[in-house]
C-alpha cells in the first residue's frame, strides 16, 4: 500500500521526564566510562545534526567508508542521515518515496543485495498494531540531499503482534529477521526467503528467545549474530537454521538510553549508539577469540580497565568486592525500570 491509514495511531510522545531519568542514571557510570577513541573513521563520535534527537539505528555503509546511516524512531518523516564518522555532520539526507507515512522506524540494516533495509515494527503500545512494514532501497552511490524509490513490505508475525526494535539482514543469504522486544521471553522471528511486496510476509519464530532486544547486527561474515539491550550486549554463533548459540557477554558501553549497534564494515569493531541530541557513538573493538580453551569473544573499551568497565557486559569479579560498573549497573537497572514505569503510566492515561 502507498499510505497509510489515516486512523492510525501515532506512538505517544516519550515523558520529558523519562530523559531526565535516563540522564541521571547515564552519571551513575560515569567513573567508568571508555575513553574517547583516536580521531578519525570508524572511530568514537557525537551526532552533530539537531535533527537527529532519536536516532534509533545504525548500519556502516560499504559503499562510503566511514558513513553510517541512522534515523529517528518516530513523527520525523520517511528519512534516513548519513552521518560521517571523522566530524559526526550528515552528509545527506535521504527521503524515501513510494512508501506511506512511517510510524515507528527502529532498525536499518544493509543486505548482501547493495540495498538498506529500514524497519518500521515499533510498537510501544504493547502489540497492538496487526501489521508493520519493512521498506527497501538501494543505498545511494553518491552521498547528497535525494529522494529514492524504496518498496514497501508489509509485516505480520505467525503467533500475532508484538513490540519490535531489531531487524536484521544475513549478509549471506540476504534474509530478514526481526527480534521482538520483551525484558523476558523476547523471540528471534525469520522472514520469508525473499520478501514480497504482494500480500503478508509471514515471520515465524525460529526457537531462539532473546530478552530486552534494543537492536542487533550480524558480523560481516554472517557467522555472529549481536544483540543490543539497554543494559549491555551478547553475540552468538549463527547457525544456519536460525538458532542461536550460547551467549556470549560483551563489554557494551551504557550511553542513557541505549539503541543500536552495528559492526564496522570492516568486522573489526562494534559502534554503538543512543538516543538524544547530540548522542555519542562509541567503537568498541573485536576481540578475537582464542584458538584453545574456548575462551569468549569480547570487546574492550579504549581505556578500559574491567571487562564490564564499560558499563554493561563483564561478569563481576571473583572477589569479595563488586566492581564498580557492576554496582552502576544495579544502579541504572532501577533507573531504567522507573523510566518503563512512566511510560507505561503515560500509555494508561491514553
Same mark, same amino acid.
Given at each position: 500500500m502507498s499510505r497509510r491509514s489515516s486512523t492510525a495511531r501515532r506512538r505517544p510522545v516519550r515523558p520529558g521526564r523519562a530523559a531526565a531519568v535516563l540522564a541521571a542514571g547515564a552519571l551513575l557510570l560515569a567513573p567508568v566510562a571508555p575513553a574517547a577513541a583516536a580521531s578519525g573513521a570508524d572511530q568514537d *563520535?557525537?551526532? %552533530?545534526? &539537531?535533527?537527529? +534527537?532519536? #536516532? #534509533?539505528? /545504525?548500519?556502516?555503509?560499504?559503499?562510503?567508508?566511514?558513513?553510517?546511516? +541512522?534515523?529517528?524512531? #518516530?513523527? @520525523?518523516?520517511?528519512? /534516513?542521515?548519513a552521518v560521517d564518522s571523522r566530524t559526526g555532520r550528515t552528509v545527506? !539526507?535521504? +527521503?524515501? !518515496?513510494?512508501?506511506?507515512?512511517?510510524? @515507528?522506524? %527502529?532498525?536499518?540494516? /544493509?543486505g548482501p543485495d547493495g540495498n538498506l533495509y529500514v524497519g518500521d515494527i515499533g510498537d510501544n503500545l504493547g502489540g497492538t498494531w496487526d501489521h508493520v512494514w519493512i521498506y527497501r532501497l538501494p543505498e545511494p552511490a553518491e552521498l547528497r540531499d535525494q529522494a529514492v524509490a524504496a518498496t514497501q513490505f508489509t509485516v505480520q508475525y505467525e503467533d500475532g503482534p508484538r513490540d519490535a526494535e531489531a531487524l536484521m539482514v544475513h549478509p549471506g543469504t540476504g534474509r530478514a529477521y526481526i527480534a521482538s522486544k520483551k525484558q523476558s521471553g523476547g523471540r528471534l522471528y525469520a522472514g520469508p526467503e525473499e520478501l514480497s511486496a504482494q500480500g503478508v510476509n509471514v *515471520?515465524? &519464530? !525460529?526457537?531462539?528467545?532473546?530478552?530486552w532486544v534494543t537492536d542487533g547486527a550480524f558480523s560481516p561474515d554472517g557467522s555472529e549474530l549481536v544483540l543490543r539491550s539497554y543494559l549491555g550486549a551478547k553475540a552468538y554463533d549463527w547457525k544456519g537454521d536460525g538458532s542461536l548459540g550460547e551467549p556470549r557477554r560483551l563489554s557494551a558501553p551504557l550511553l542513557g538510553q541505549s539503541e543500536s549497534v552495528t559492526y564496522t564494515a570492516d568486522g573489526t569493531g562494534l559502534m554503538y549508539g543512543a538516543e538524544g541530541a547530540r548522542s555519542r557513538v562509541v567503537r568498541v573493538d573485536v576481540e578475537k577469540?582464542?584458538?584453545?580453551?574456548?575462551? &569468549?569473544e569480547g570487546t574492550k573499551?579504549?581505556?578500559?580497565?574491567? &571487562? @564490564?568497565?564499560?558499563?554493561?557486559?563483564? %561478569?563481576? @569479579?571473583?572477589?569479595?568486592?563488586?566492581?564498580?560498573?557492576t554496582l552502576g549497573l544495579v544502579a541504572v537497572g532501577a533507573v531504567v525500570l522507573a523510566w518503563l514505569g512512566l511510560r507505561k503510566g503515560r500509555r494508561g492515561e491514553k
Open positions: *563520535f557525537t551526532v %552533530e545534526d &539537531p535533527r537527529i +534527537t532519536e #536516532s #534509533s539505528g /545504525l548500519a556502516a555503509s560499504r559503499r562510503h567508508p566511514g558513513v553510517y546511516w +541512522t534515523h529517528n524512531d #518516530s513523527d @520525523d518523516g520517511a528519512y /534516513l542521515y545527506a !539526507t535521504v +527521503t524515501m !518515496t513510494g512508501v506511506g507515512e512511517p510510524r @515507528d522506524v %527502529e532498525a536499518v540494516s /544493509l *515471520f515465524r &519464530p !525460529t526457537g531462539a528467545e532473546v530478552d577469540r582464542d584458538g584453545e580453551g574456548g575462551a &569468549p573499551s579504549p581505556g578500559a580497565e574491567h &571487562p @564490564d568497565g564499560a558499563g554493561g557486559g563483564g %561478569e563481576a @569479579d571473583g572477589g569479595g568486592e563488586q566492581p564498580a560498573g
